[in-house]
């Protein structure tokens, strides 16, 4: 079953409940099995968003940007594989997923990552979250996405100096893409703690609760000390 992913950990639903979405007819095998979020699981992502935003922030632009293109190398370079196998495995029921399957899942998601990063121009500085700028992101997304488009959105608001809470909605339960939300939580793994947290879920029970902590953003009474250190983990060379 595939969790959320907050404050770098799969975290089950609070509700304890699942939805059963069946694969696209081409691709057929067992139903896929994703968390039923709701409000608290939003809470506690924003939470996490929060926790990590200061530090985030005190990064550069250039920093932030360097962390994000630095993932595709981690993954061909074969040194995020217990994470990407966990993927894997997690979308697969938990059960033993091919050697050829989890290959196929990290050579398309480093050549998804590379297209995505090369539509970036460095340094970009169009303004990504008009209602939380260097704040907390709250990003609704269709799990159909295309997952360039979605993580063109996250990585955006990134290097924008926001964290990220992104809900792959699920309008069926007939059946599902689970393509962009494993990015997403394989993205999420690549970065520092906190920064990037993933909920699913249908659009009335996270959606919405969501998209009403649009205009989050950090107060200046939670602002670091001038002395604060840099964000742990931040380094992922």
């Not at 700028?133 to 608001?157: D, E, H, K, W, Y």
């Not at 007939?174 to 990037?196: H, K, N, T, Y």
Request: charged share 20%; proline share 8%.
């Amino acid at each position: 079953m595939l969790d959320n992913l907050i404050d770098g950990r799969w975290q089950p639903p609070y509700s304890g409940a699942y939805l059963d979405l069946f694969r696209e007819p081409t691709i057929g095998g067992a139903p896929i099995c994703v968390a039923r979020s709701n409000a608290d699981d939003v809470e506690e992502a924003l939470a996490a968003a929060q926790s990590a935003l200061w530090r985030w922030r005190d990064l550069t632009q250039e920093e932030r940007e360097s962390l994000i293109r630095q993932i595709p190398a981690l993954i061909r370079e074969r040194r995020m594989d217990h994470w990407l196998d966990e993927c894997c495995a997690r979308i697969n029921g938990d059960k033993a997923v091919p050697r050829g399957a989890i290959e196929g899942f990290r050579d398309d998601f480093v050549a998804t990552l590379e297209r995505t990063l090369g539509l970036l121009s460095p340094g970009d500085p169009e303004p990504v979250v008009e209602a939380a700028p260097c704040g907390v992101s709250c990003l609704v997304i269709s799990a159909a996405t295309p997952p360039m488009a979605g993580l063109t959105q996250v990585f955006r608001a990134l290097i924008d100096g926001c964290t990220v809470v992104v809900a792959a909605l699920y309008s069926t339960r007939r059946q599902a893409a689970a393509r962009l939300p494993s990015m997403l939580c394989a993205v999420a793994g690549c970065l520092p703690a906190g920064v990037v947290n993933v909920l699913m879920g249908l659009g009335l029970e996270v959606g919405i609760p969501l998209t009403a902590n649009r205009q989050l953003s950090l107060g200046p009474q939670t602002l670091p000390p001038p002395s604060a250190g840099p964000m742990r983990g931040a380094s992922i060379a």
